[in-house]
Structure formats: structure tokens, C-alpha cells
């Protein structure tokens, strides 16, 4: 009987020590997730008024927490969403969440109310105010790895240094001038720095810019070799270039390097226009790209 007795007492033991293992692991766990915490921000919403969201950069992804809410990007606003309640005076919190093109995540706890005390919310403002390091960021594929609020960063960097160290390629006509002022690598990533000043009365509406590899000299009746180097970011969403003003924007690409019988073309197009204007870069120019870590970069 007393090893019975024993024998059960030795069981619970071994139980209950099993079971403050298991929770102190679980708590522990608990605890080292709650570290990552990506505290929300809170809102209200209503059913017969539409509150808008202005992001720092274009919106790539949106997630609504429930069926109470319905949400879509602004017309020919990549960075505007519009969001409101689906149905009216709902009781129970709901959420969303939001990744933009900078590689930062954002996430909503949302309330209704019949009459909300803001309508519209100011993202850009807000991220300002707060340390930028401290963000959350999302890595995209095509960035492979490299930080995209980073990324934004320098590319922001070097538009408000509008330092023009390449000095001797551009192109000229019909009243427009396009400079490639600087190159620039970090990270396995080319920054493109370029200037268009249009010197004419008429407003120059960008279409596109294209990056392209092509031979330098073709013979005649002989296919062109093209290889087109899309950008991953630009600095600057595309847009007019009023008359006698001048306009910067970088671009981001990943890092490549072309043979001497080759260069670079970057065109620049107007949309219902023909000012277009062309780049050529040699490699030599790549080569000599300056570093990024040159710069003396203070990050905010």
C-alpha cells in the first residue's frame, strides 16, 4: 500500500513539475513575442462619411479585419486610402492592416461612432514626428533584403543634397534639359540622380522613364540589341514640369555593370508630346559610381 502510495505521490510531482515547465516555457515565449509587439493605432469610423488615410508612399497591400469595413485606394492617388463602416453602429473592435511601397507595416484598431472626431489622418506628418528607425519594415523580393525605409532614405538624401557630381552627360532640345547628375552604389543598388529643367512657357507632362542596355554602334539592317533595367523605386511619382522649372527625381536599380561596346540609355518621354530627351552612360561612368558610405549620411 505504501508503494502505491508512493508510487502516486512521485506521479503528481512529476506532473505538476511538467506542467510549470510547460508554462513557464509558454510564458517565456509569450514574453519574447510580446518584445516584437507592433503596438496599433486607433480610429473610428462611420457608415455615412468616408475618413481617408494619407501615406508617406504608394499602398502595395491592404487587409481588413472583418466584413464591418470596406476600404479601396483613392483614383489616381496610390497613397490615399479611403475607408469607412460598412454597416452602421456595429459594437464589436475590428482592424486592418497596411504595407506601402517604403517597406513600412501599419496596423489599425478601428471603432464606429456616429460622429467621428477625425475624418482624415495625415501618415507622413505623423512618421515625421516619430523616430524613422523605429519602424516597421517589410522586405520585398525585389529589394532582396535591403531595407525599403532605408532605401527611401538615401534616395531622399540624395535629392535634398541635389549634388551634381557627374558633370558631363545630358541632353538638350526644344527647350528641355535632362542631366544625369550623380550615380551612386550602396548595397548592391544603383541610385540614379537626374534634373529636368524645362526653360519653355509649355509644361512638360512626364509619360515614362525607361532604362535600357543597347549596342552603341548598329549596323545597318541589323536587329537592336536591347536589354531593358526597370527601376525598383523612384524618388518622385511622375508628373508635369511646369514651364521655366526645374524638377529632380532618383531612381533605384539593382547594380550591373555593361561591356565597352554598350551603354546605358535613359529616356525620358512626354506624354502627348515629342520633347522627349536621351542619356547615354558608359560603363566607365558605373564603375565610378560614387559610394553611398562617401556621403556622410545622418539618418533622423
Not at 516555457?25 to 473610428?44: C, F, H, R
Not at 455615412?48 to 479601396?72: C, M, N, Q, W
Request: charged residues 25%.
Amino acid at each position: 500500500m505504501k508503494a502505491i502510495f508512493k508510487s502516486l505521490m512521485a506521479m503528481v510531482c512529476l506532473t505538476v513539475f511538467i506542467t510549470g515547465a510547460n508554462a513557464q516555457q509558454i510564458a517565456s515565449s509569450t514574453t519574447k513575442l510580446s518584445m516584437g509587439k507592433v503596438d496599433p493605432y486607433e480610429m473610428q469610423v462611420t457608415y455615412s462619411k468616408t475618413s481617408h488615410l494619407i501615406f508617406p508612399s504608394a499602398i502595395r497591400y491592404v487587409d481588413l479585419g472583418s466584413e464591418y469595413l470596406i476600404a479601396g485606394k483613392a483614383e489616381d492617388a496610390e497613397n490615399v486610402l479611403r475607408i469607412k463602416a460598412s454597416v452602421r453602429d456595429f459594437d464589436e473592435e475590428t482592424n486592418f492592416s497596411v504595407i506601402t511601397d517604403d517597406g513600412r507595416f501599419y496596423n489599425f484598431n478601428v471603432f464606429y461612432s456616429p460622429y467621428p472626431s477625425t475624418l482624415n489622418y495625415d501618415l507622413l506628418t505623423m512618421q515625421k514626428a516619430s523616430d524613422r528607425e523605429n519602424g516597421n519594415d517589410v522586405l520585398f523580393e525585389e529589394l532582396r533584403g535591403n531595407s525599403p525605409s532605408l532605401a527611401g532614405l538615401l534616395m531622399e538624401t540624395i535629392y535634398k543634397k541635389d549634388k551634381r557630381i557627374v558633370k558631363h552627360i545630358g541632353a538638350k532640345s526644344y527647350g528641355i534639359q535632362f542631366l544625369l547628375k550623380g550615380i551612386y552604389v550602396h548595397n548592391g543598388k544603383f541610385y540614379f540622380h537626374t534634373e529636368l529643367r524645362n526653360k519653355s512657357n509649355v509644361p512638360f507632362n512626364i509619360d515614362f522613364v525607361n532604362f535600357k542596355v543597347v549596342d552603341k554602334k548598329v549596323a545597318k539592317r541589323t536587329v537592336v540589341q536591347e536589354k531593358a533595367m526597370n527601376p525598383l523605386r523612384m524618388y518622385k511619382t511622375l508628373g508635369e514640369i511646369t514651364g521655366n522649372t526645374t524638377d529632380q527625381n532618383v531612381f533605384l536599380l539593382d547594380q550591373f555593370t555593361i561591356t565597352d561596346d554598350k551603354v546605358l540609355v535613359i529616356e525620358i518621354f512626354e506624354k502627348n508630346g515629342g520633347r522627349q530627351q536621351v542619356l547615354q552612360v558608359e560603363n566607365s561612368d558605373l564603375v565610378h559610381a560614387k559610394l553611398i558610405s562617401d556621403m556622410h549620411l545622418k539618418i533622423n
